[in-house]
């Protein structure tokens, strides 16, 4: 399944190459969501990003005490990622954070991952990952176990990186 449609006025390298950063950054983030859920069973917003040389680093910021507030902890990522993208380091970017659904998933789940992958090239996609957590109960005794929805692709503005001409 392509995460682009085919009407794309860029050309083939070009898709292929947003293609495959996208499905890089979604599985990175997915990974470290289920395991941060299934050790923590919450989840504060975090974000990926791949540099120019291809690399795919968890980013962090450099600050004494992180806050407790979801929402400012997004705006200081967020800040500090559009800052990187204007030094020029960055081709693509992954930001996601927990949510709780308006509407249950098709599965009957409530909570979901929602990522936001922006691309230097102008590609940006919203992507929604429901998702369960089982178990977890007396101490731990029964682990933990994230179950995942049908995720939900839709094509998004970028906002970190500059708008393509």
């Not at 050790?39 to 540099?51: H, K, M, T, V």
Request: aromatic share 6%; with cysteine.
């Amino acid at each position: 399944m392509s995460l682009f449609r085919s009407h794309d006025p860029f050309p083939v390298v070009l898709q292929s190459r947003d293609q495959r950063n996208a499905t890089q950054l979604l599985n990175a983030c997915m990974t470290y969501a289920r395991l941060i859920l299934r050790r923590y069973a919450q989840l504060a917003p975090f974000a990926f990003a791949i540099d120019r040389e291809g690399h795919i680093a968890r980013e962090t910021l450099e600050i004494p005490r992180l806050p407790r507030d979801p929402a400012r902890l997004w705006k200081l990522l967020t800040e500090h990622i559009a800052a990187r993208v204007h030094r020029g380091t960055l081709q693509a970017v992954a930001l996601c954070a927990n949510v709780t659904l308006d509407q249950p998933s098709a599965e009957n789940y409530t909570d979901a991952v929602i990522l936001t992958i922006e691309q230097e090239t102008g590609h940006a996609l919203r992507i929604t990952v429901p998702y369960k957590i089982y178990g977890g109960q007396l101490h731990n005794i029964l682990p933990r176990r994230i179950a995942l929805g049908k995720a939900i692709a839709e094509e998004a503005v970028t906002k970190v990186f500059p708008r393509p001409e």
